[in-house]
């Protein structure tokens, strides 16, 4: 009896050990809550890696929109000749299955399919349905975490392509929060829901942000996607 007990404790520290170092890997764990729709966008969120651009090492927030596909932003990935994501499952590679240099979004693969995931949806902002709070997953000290969102108002955002060549306006959403240095690519879900993809903070405005519609300025990406062809692809630029 004893025996068997001991073998039991064994199996369990063993079985603990594995769980702990895969929602530790790279530093970044997930914070795991009770509620569902907590636990199914902490579970879907993606630290998204890219190595490459003079050995200079792009990171940012990427989300499951399918069970192998992660929706996140070009800019992360330009120059890319690695590319790697993070999940409290552990690290994996990726491959880039579609990239659109004017409106900074791409989509990235990975072989192994996702439990957790966050389907896109076309959002219309009314002026009397404003504001709208949604959610992104996002990482503080570490951990997975869901941050709160709120949609001010739908926008035709006017900048410069990811590569500064060209002027183009991008479809959008302006927003408040708590946005910082490498959130850039976290998927905003409203209602379960994904409805923008964070693209920018304000140098001047605390807490004001902005993010790009994924369903409106998506075309590329989604012909991209459909069709399989990625020869056009070129991600050898900084």
Not at 93 to 106: C, E, R, Y
Not at 167 to 174: C, K, L, N, Q
Request: aromatic residues 4%.
């Amino acid at each position: 009896m004893a025996t068997n007990i001991r073998h039991h404790l064994m199996r369990l520290v063993v079985v603990c050990t594995v769980l702990f170092s895969a929602v530790t890997l790279l530093g970044v764990a997930a914070r795991l809550p009770d509620d569902d729709d907590a636990s199914s966008l902490i579970e879907a969120t993606a630290v998204v890696s890219a190595t490459g651009c003079r050995n200079t090492i792009g990171q940012g927030i990427g989300t499951f929109i399918s069970p192998t596909l992660i929706l996140t932003s070009a800019h992360t990935l330009a120059g890319a000749s690695d590319i790697t994501v993070s999940t409290y499952l552990g690290v994996a590679p990726a491959t880039i299955v579609a990239f659109d240099p004017t409106n900074d979004l791409a989509i990235v693969e990975v072989n192994e399919p996702h439990r957790s995931v966050v389907p896109l949806a076309a959002l219309s902002l009314q002026s009397s349905s404003l504001p709208i709070t949604g959610t992104i997953g996002v990482v503080r000290d570490e951990n997975v975490i869901r941050l709160p969102i709120t949609l001010r108002r739908s926008v035709k955002i006017t900048t410069e392509d990811i590569y500064l060549d060209n002027d183009v306006i991008r479809p959008g959403f302006e927003l408040e929060g708590d946005i910082i240095r490498g959130d850039s690519g976290a998927v905003i879900v409203v209602d379960g829901k994904g409805v923008g993809v964070i693209w920018s903070r304000s140098r001047t405005s605390a807490a004001r942000a902005w993010a790009i519609d994924p369903i409106a300025g998506g075309d590329l990406i989604e012909a991209q996607q459909l069709s399989g062809m990625t020869d056009d692809i070129d991600l050898t630029r900084c």
